[in-house]
């Protein structure tokens, strides 16, 4: 996978060949990932066999609900969103 970066001036194009992935129950707000991972876009799921919705967002605040099955792509590193639902489980997929 390829992106371009910089705008069509600089022409930078930079290769994305890792992709990584996970799965977790959430036991209290936390980030997806705890370290960064240079990703550039992630998606969250909330898992099919939760009981309740999750919610996503950034670290101060989770605004965004996600029922159970449903999913969100964020273009951004994994470690900058948070999740919290009591008990219910994320999966997740980046790549960098």
Same mark, same amino acid.
């Given at each position: 996978?390829?992106?371009?970066?910089?705008?069509?001036?600089?022409?930078?194009? %930079?290769?994305? #060949?890792?992709? !990584?992935?996970?799965?977790?129950?959430? @036991?209290?707000?936390?980030?997806?990932?705890?370290?960064?991972?240079?990703?550039?876009?992630? !998606? +969250?799921?909330? #898992?099919? #066999?939760?009981?309740?919705?999750?919610?996503?967002?950034?670290?101060?605040?989770?605004? +965004?609900?996600?029922?159970?099955? %449903?999913? +969100?792509? +964020?273009?951004? #590193?994994?470690?900058?969103?948070?999740?919290?639902?009591?008990?219910?489980?994320?999966?997740? @997929?980046?790549?960098?």
């Amino acid at each position: 996978m390829t992106r371009r970066k910089g705008g069509a001036k600089q022409g930078v194009v %930079e290769n994305y #060949d890792r992709i !990584l992935s996970g799965t977790f129950a959430i @036991i209290y707000t936390r980030a997806v990932s705890a370290a960064r991972l240079g990703a550039f876009q992630t !998606l +969250i799921q909330a #898992d099919p #066999d939760n009981t309740n919705s999750v919610f996503v967002g950034g670290a101060a605040q989770q605004p +965004i609900e996600l029922p159970k099955g %449903e999913s +969100i792509t +964020i273009p951004t #590193d994994p470690s900058l969103i948070y999740v919290t639902g009591n008990g219910e489980r994320v999966n997740w @997929i980046a790549v960098r």
